[in-house]
Structures are given as C-alpha cells and as structure tokens.
C-alpha cells in the first residue's frame, strides 16, 4: 500500500493555496467597466504605439461590419472608440476566465488522456502493462474532481458570468447571421446537455473499471476481468464519438465562425500524449520512492516509446490541420491561423518546438529511454509543451493580443496541479498497487525488452 | 600449422544458449554460430557489441533532409522564384510548409535505403554471393556453433559433447 507522503500533501495544499489567492488577484484585477479600460489604454499607450494599435483594431472592425463605412464622421469616431473599449473590456474580463478554463479543461483532459490509454491497454490485452494498472486509476480518480468543477464553470459561461463562448450571448447571435445558422446545434440546453451525457459517460466508466479491477483481485474466476475488456470496448466506441464532439462543444467552439474536421483528433492527440507523460511521471516517482517493486527500466522504456511516438502524432495532425488551411488560404478559414501567427507567434510556434523537436530528439535515443531524469525531464517540457497548446486554442479567440502569461494563468494551473497531485495519490492509498488476479500479471511482472 | 575447427551442432535454441554460455564461460573462442532463425538473446549470450546501424540511419536521415531542403530552395527560391497559383517564392521560411511533405519523404528515403545499402555492405551481401553454409541442415532445424582448436582436439570435443550437442565435427578449414 502506497502511504501519501505528508511532504507532498504539503505541496499540494500550498500550491492550491497560492492557487486560489492568484486567481482571486486575477479576478479583482480585471477592469470592471470601460472608464477603467480607456484609462488603462492610455496609461499604456503614449501616442504613436496607441494610436496605430487603435488605428489596427479600427481596420479589424471595419473589416467585421462594413456597413458601418462613410458614416457622419465624429459621431462615427465616438460610436468606433466605445466599440472598440467595449471590446477590449470584454477580452480583459475574459482573462482570468479564459485562464480558469485553459487549466481545468487541460487537467481534466490528462486524465481523460489516461483513462483513453488504460481503456486501450485492457482492449489490446497488453502484456506489459497490467503492473500500471492502479497507477492508471489513481490519476484517473482526478476525473470526477475535474469534472465537477469544469461542469461548473460552463454553467457560469451559460448564465454570462463572462464572455468565454460568444455565442451564448444573444445579443452577438441576433447580429450575427453565421452562428445564428448555427443555433440549432450551438444553444446553450443542448450544449449543456451533450457536456452531462460526456462527463456522466465518462465518470461511470471510470468508476465501475476501477471497482472491477479491485472486485477481481478477490474473485475466483476471470469474470470481473471478462467485464472490464467488454466494458472498456463500449467505452473507448462511446469516448471516440464523445471526444469530437467535446473538441468542438468546448474548444472549437470558441471561435464560431471557424471550423476544422480533424480538429477532435488533434485535440485528442494533444491530451492522450500529456496522458500517457503524466502516467510516466506518476510511475517514475512511486518507483523512485520504492513503491513498484515489479517495474523496470523496460516498462518506462515503453512508455517513453508512447510518449515519443504520440508526440509525433500531435505534430502530424498539428501540420496537416495547419497546411492544409495555409495551402488553401481561403479566407473564412485563415483568419484562425492569422490571429495565432501574428498574435501569437511565439506559443504558437513555440509549443511546436516543446512538443516536436525537443522530444524527437531527446527520446529518438533508445538508452535515453530508460533514464529517469531523460523521462522527468522530456515529460515536464512536453506537459508544459501541451498546456501552451491549449492556451493557444483558448486565447486568441476570448481575450485575442490582450494574452500574457501572468499571475491568473500560472496560478491557475498551481491551483488545479495542486488538486490534481491530492486526488490522484489520495487516490493511489486506497488500493494495493499490484493488481492480484489479472490474467496478464505475471507477464508483466517479468516484462523486458 | 593445421586449420581445424570444431563443428558443435544442436537441434534446439535452448539447448545451443547453454552451450553458448557454457562455452564462454570455459574461455573457449566461438567463431561463428549458425541458426536457422534468430534467436533472443543470443547476440547478448555470445557477447556481441550491439549494433551502429541505427546511428548510421539517423547521420542518412539528416543528409536526406539537408539534401530536400537544399534542393528546392535552389529550384524554388534561387533559381526560379515565379509565382505559382500565389504561393510566397520570396524566402525557403515563408513558403515551407509546402515543402515539408517533401522533406519528410526525403528523410524517410535516405534513411531507409543507405541503412539497408549499410547493412548488406556490413554483412556481405550481395547477388551472386557464394553462400557459407557449414552444413545445410543449419538452414532448416539444426543449430550450429564453429569453435577454433589450438592443439586441445580431444579435450573440446568431449566439451561440446558434453553440452548436449547432437553431433560434434573437427573439420579441416582451408
């Protein structure tokens, strides 16, 4: 039995501690209506710079509602700088949201990540892997955490604590002929409704795999086993479908106006691979702390395999997604990738280089693959690597070139690191480590490579 | 000075790994063994140093992409920079992503190909080649193991009789 060491319970209160205080800091700080931004904008911009920002936003909205043009002219300049600071009001609101969200949607979908690879694992009968089980499941059991609170804050977005989903706004929806279209499918019962039946779906699978796992190391027979794989079959049909449609309920549609049809694979390859990291990390520690006595370099060995080939995974869907709208260049759907190149440039092109060219080559090494600090360190670049791609999805299209990485983004993930880190080794003290009765145990217990 | 060797052969893995350990372990010289298939673990039981091949394919891979890059960025930027269908001709970066299908084809090829040309090389293999069956059976159900002899016949022969061969040979190498 694994005993929660009081060291990182510490660690994990501190961090939600200094978590929450920077969220509240974040949300205190954010202006509260247009006086504060227009003296904020002043502040910031000293002629030229802000100017020509204004001049650029100008261009941006002229371009969005032409019928505005050759108006009367001053009170067309009034009517264009209200606009305009109600829009930077709306993006700065947004911001301690928009940082709330990114963290919980990326921790909640590591453990969708791992929950996806152990559903695999007990389908695919893999020999190796069965010693992993419980680890699995300890880091899934952030699951129903995660869940909860995420659920909650799409409430929050539906009843316009902020303006995260434009299209929840019914004054942008009467203006806006696009997502008016898009009605029937993006109004807010239904999305609420599709997000219950995910996160319920989800939640049961989660629970009764685990519960069986347990009931089977008491059993006689491989009945519960029999159960799981049959259980996990379901799952894994269910979780593809529900996948996509999560990607474009909760990310994709942040950007209304744009779509993309390989966009619920990409955002699955990007929580699978920090999935499949975290499992390595989890596994590296308790090993390092003398809890798995049947893991060897062999098992980590694979795992790096996953997380070296999922990562290039990512990167091909990334490029495909990305080449094939650049190539085209067709208007309706560039913008998407406009906004992030110029506005975004550095996480944009930097979370290629975390999640691509740092783990090719540092994990291309078969040898590098079986070291501790190769894996601690590959696995903490490409975690961060996979938070900056979710930011990059969030961002642009709720507080645009107002994104910084500062105080409410960083504290929003300590926050929800540290619940993350107390659920799941809560979690890994309630059961024995090593599955009893799995019919593959042995296998894996003198699994080499 | 005579050329003799000795000929040990088996018709089981398990039972040529015992005698390959065995062997090593009296200090006796394997020069060669023969197997009708790969067997696990017995690079590791005779103590080869493992393979380079992987290295030499990755130093292909890079030669492969430098080659791509290099190649179109003389055809498409240098050489002829036209417009086609309003593609950006102006610098390699800005037109790229047009040109990574290429360059990870490349890679591919130049890795594969020079590591498999590396590998036939490495381990004489060629059309034509005289084969070097000792026995023919070794390509079929028997495993064999060639042991060099230094004047001490009857003491290695008894050896290898000894670590469950079938058949044990002191053949006259030319």
Known sequence: MYTFSSKLKTLSFILMAVGLLGIGYGFLNAPKDIQEVEILLAAESHGEHGAAQHEESKVADDAHGAAHHEQAKVSHEDGEHTKHLNHVLHQLQNKPWAALYVACIFFMLISMGVLAFYAIQQVAQAGWSPVLFRVMQGITAYLPYGSAIFFFILILCGLHFNHLFIWLDPEVVAHDELIANKASYLNFPFWIIRAAIFLIGWNLYRFYSAKNCVAQDEANDNLFYKKNFKMSAGFLVFFIVSESIMSWDWIMSVDPHWFSTLFGWYVFASFFVSGITTIALVTVYLKSKGYLEYVNTSHIHDLAKFMFGISIFWTYLWFSQFMLIWYADIPEEITYFITRIQLYNLPFFGAVVMNFVFPLLILLNTDFKRLSWVIVMAGTVILAGHYVDFFNMIMPGTVGDRWFIGVPEISSVLFFLGLFIFAVFTALTKTPLLPKRNPFIEESKHFHY | ?174
């Open chain 2, 1 to 174: 000075m005579s050329n003799k060797v000795i000929y040990a052969i088996y018709n089981d893995d398990d039972i040529l790994m015992d005698a390959v350990k065995k062997t090593r372990a009296a200090h006796h010289h394997i020069e060669e063994v023969f197997t009708p298939f790969p067997v696990h673990g017995l690079d590791k039981a005779m103590g080869l140093a493992p393979t380079r091949l992987a290295i030499c394919s990755f130093i292909y891979g890079c030669i492969g992409i430098s080659f791509a890059t290099w190649m179109m960025n003389f055809v498409m930027i240098q050489d002829w920079p036209q417009d086609i269908g309003g593609k950006p001709s102006f610098s390699y970066i800005e037109n790229m992503p047009a040109f990574v299908p290429i360059m990870f084809e490349m890679t591919v090829f130049f890795a594969a190909h020079l590591m498999v040309i590396t590998f036939y090389m490495r381990s004489k293999l060629w059309p034509f080649k005289e084969a070097e069956n000792p026995d023919v059976r070794t390509t079929d159900d028997h495993f064999l193991m060639e042991v060099a002899v230094n004047d001490n016949e009857e003491a290695l022969v008894s050896f290898f009789q000894g670590t469950g061969a079938v058949e044990v040979k002191v053949i006259e190498k030319h």
